[in-house]
């Protein structure tokens, strides 16, 4: 972190008026200082029989200070973790280390390190043995094994949990055995509404266990004054943890209000209430408006069907747009440095999103660089970050692009079976892309124009021109009534569009009893 | 709270804690010292001041109360050893046009002093929040996102209100001539 006064000066071209230290420069000075007026303590066992194993702890302290990295190594640790190979200088700022610690005669609970978005929680944890039966007892499972069964046992008597196995050896063997992964880091879930999960990685400390732990809290939460509690579920909450969450990654938040087409197709309204963008989510809320027809999205809330109304974009500086599926959204839940996850949670809390609104909230797979983020948009309007006024979306192409269209498959031979390599209809499927379509009959070919780029395709041939250069489809084109069938692979390839299959029952029930009936495609725009 | 975990640690005698202090209030003791010790201060006496901040803060440490910033302590703390070393140094007899450290002569730091004196007074002469924005990130080392929350900035707002504040005093140092336009002092 440099000093603000000489960016500025150097900014400006001014000579400076003090010279700008070095932060490590004045740790070590301090820490030789330190280590000349104060050597580590060594402490004495406290029981008779059971040797105190501090020493080896303060001396890994004491060397991980002298090297004067700890610190930075806990940041770098977190954010390789979880956003790997990704840019995270703007996350740096906001990773917490240092933080609590709880300490019994036989254990040490450190919180490493912590990020807070707003809406999901990032953190390393280390527990520590403190005694030599303590340390025996982690490493080996068997604390734990044993301590996971009596939070298992109460999790089933206070809240009905009924996945009870058959007998206590069926949950503490394989944990024993290293068979049976288990969330041994939680806590109280039941104040969000999201879900986390814990993973354990290789220990940072000598004698001590450390878990990487993920909570998603469901909505975007931002700024509180309580502290988040965590505490492993053999141990108990006496030893929890508390990590601040009222430092969260700074938003870039708008206060629209301002009433959208949620799907234009449909004519669906909404009051776009609130929208908040972090390096890692966008969180917008949306508000009803007007009668949302029933069945249209009101029953079977399967996300796909939802998809429409949480289609919004984000434009980056270069004017090129950033959609959920570009930004890593798939329709799993995340993990660990790996996926991203849009959900929808209705105002009211409601199992089957009636309520008056709608939470929509994207996490990101990495992390978004948000000076490069102009504007988001969503429902025909743009919104500028730096909270000026929206305009409409002027593109009629863009704004019909959004959303989602059916990709008819080829029926061909005799029978009209359905060979699902092929996208027919090139015209229709250009219109559905707002591209630009055109087609020379007598050569049988169609150039389409979309997103810049000029494709050229010729009916029997496998080799397509993108602004000229040859690119060999793995099967040919081929004429489909007036216009032309290309393979689903160039949708994929060239247009970067997410195809969803679609099935209905066959008529003769063979394999699944389904046959598939075409796609969903879903823009990616980037 | 994070500052009272810090806090907490340093008490319990966690030195990771001092470190991560040291990191956070460098620049800012840096900032607080230099304007005691006068224009230009060795690097060496600048150092051992701000250190000597920190080991003050480590064994008073179990005096500290929790739910209060070291911030405070710590300025008061470099102001008070920087102006102690100040009385210490042996008095100067002839100053050399150019100090064998490599720090600017009486001439050149007299040219110095009038541009940073100009600097500070376009910087006060901003409108608000413009004006505790610069006061606070530049001056005062506050991180952004404390400042621009203290103003009720959002980042990204704050961030361009010192690009443009920067281009503004760029434009008023410079003049039309693209070199400094130092004004006159007596």
């Known amino acids: ?526 | 709270m994070d500052e009272q975990a810090l806090i907490r640690r340093l008490k319990a005698d966690d030195r990771q804690a001092l470190a991560e202090l040291i990191d956070r209030y460098t620049h800012y003791l840096t900032a607080v010292a230099a304007r005691a010790m006068g224009p230009c201060p060795a690097r060496e006496d600048l150092e051992e001041v701000v250190s000597d901040a920190f080991l003050a803060l480590w064994r008073a440490r179990a005096q500290l109360e929790e739910d209060r910033s070291p911030r405070p302590w710590l300025a008061v703390t470099a102001r008070n050893l920087a102006y102690d070393r100040l009385r210490s140094s042996r008095p100067t007899q002839e100053i050399p046009p150019q100090l064998p450290d490599g720090r600017p002569g009486p001439e050149e730091l007299a040219q110095r002093q009038a541009l940073h004196s100009q600097l500070r007074r376009l910087v006060e002469e901003m409108e608000e929040p413009d004006r505790s924005l610069f006061l606070g990130y530049y001056y005062e080392e506050e991180p952004l996102y404390r400042a621009a929350s203290r103003l009720g900035l959002n980042l990204s707002t704050a961030k361009t209100r010192l690009a443009r504040g920067r281009k503004r005093l760029r434009q008023a140092m410079t003049g039309k001539g693209g070199e400094f336009d130092v004004e006159p002092h007596a």
């Not at chain 1, 984000?314 to 930004?327: E, F, M």
């Not at chain 1, 994207?362 to 006024?389: I, K, M, Q, R």
């Not at chain 1, 209809?425 to 379509?437: I, K």
């Not at chain 1, 087609?439 to 810049?452: F, L």
Request: proline residues 7%; glycine residues 8%; negative net charge.
């Open chain 1, 1 to 526: 972190m440099s000093n603000h006064m000489h960016e500025l000066w150097g900014d400006l071209d001014l000579p400076p008026l003090y010279p700008q230290l070095d932060p490590e420069s004045v740790r070590a000075r301090v820490e030789q200082s330190l280590d000349a007026e104060q050597p580590a303590p060594v402490s004495a066992p406290k029981k008779p029989g059971r040797r105190r194993i501090r020493l080896a702890v303060l001396a890994a302290a004491v060397l991980a200070l002298t090297a004067g990295t700890a610190l930075a190594a806990h940041r770098a640790q977190l954010l390789e973790l979880f956003f790997p190979d990704s840019d995270t200088s703007a996350l740096e700022p906001y990773v917490q280390t240092a933080l609590d610690v709880r300490e019994t005669e036989d254990w040490r609970v450190t919180v490493n390190s912590a990020l807070y978005d707003g809406q999901s929680l990032y953190a390393v944890v280390t527990l520590q043995g403190l005694t030599q039966e303590a340390e025996e007892g982690l490493l080996s499972n068997e604390i734990v094994a044993e301590g996971y069964w009596d939070y298992y046992l109460d999790l089933h008597q206070t809240r009905g949990n009924t996945i009870l196995p058959p007998d206590r050896e069926g949950v503490v063997q394989p944990i024993l055995a290293g068979e049976m992964p288990v969330d041994l880091l939680v806590c109280d879930i039941d104040a969000y509404a999201g879900w986390y999960q814990s993973r354990e990685l290789e220990s940072s400390v000598p004698g001590g266990r450390t878990w990487a732990f993920q909570l998603y809290m469901g909505d975007y939460l931002g700024a509180r004054s309580e502290p988040f509690e965590l505490w492993f579920s053999f141990l108990g909450s006496q030893l929890s943890v508390q990590i601040p969450l009222n430092r969260p990654v700074e938003p870039i938040s708008l206060t629209p209000a301002l009433t959208v087409e949620a799907d234009w197709r449909l004519g669906l309204e909404g009051t776009l209430t609130d929208v908040s963008l972090t390096p890692l989510s966008c969180t917008f809320t949306l508000e009803r408006q007007g009668d949302w027809v029933q069945g249209e999205y009101l029953t079977n809330m399967e996300p796909m069907d939802t998809k429409e109304v949480q289609l919004f974009a984000l434009r980056r500086s270069d004017g090129t747009l950033l959609t959920p599926w570009a930004l890593g959204s798939t329709d799993t839940v995340s993990t660990l440095a790996d996926g991203s996850y849009v959900g929808l949670r209705d105002l009211a809390g409601r199992e089957d999103l009636s309520g008056t609104g709608l939470i929509v909230s994207c996490t990101f797979d990495a992390p978004l660089d948000l000076e490069d983020v102009t504007s988001f948009l969503y429902g025909g309007w743009e919104f500028p970050l730096d909270g000026s006024a929206p305009v409409p979306v002027e593109d009629p192409a863009l704004k019909e692009a959004f959303f989602p269209f059916d990709v008819h498959p080829l029926r061909s031979g005799p029978d009209r079976g359905i060979d699902p390599g092929y996208a027919s209809n090139l015209e229709e499927l250009c219109e559905n892309l707002g591209a630009g379509y055109r087609y020379d009959r007598p050569a049988r070919a169609a150039t389409v124009t979309w997103q810049g780029r000029t494709v050229v395709l010729t009916a029997d041939s496998s080799t397509a021109l993108v602004d000229g250069e040859p690119l060999e489809l793995d099967r040919p084109v081929v004429k489909d009534g007036l216009s032309l069938a290309v393979p689903v692979d160039l949708l994929t390839r060239i247009w970067d569009l997410e195809l969803e299959p679609r099935f209905q029952p066959a008529e003769q029930a063979e394999g699944t009893g389904e046959v598939l009936s075409g796609y969903t495609a879903y823009p990616a725009w980037s």
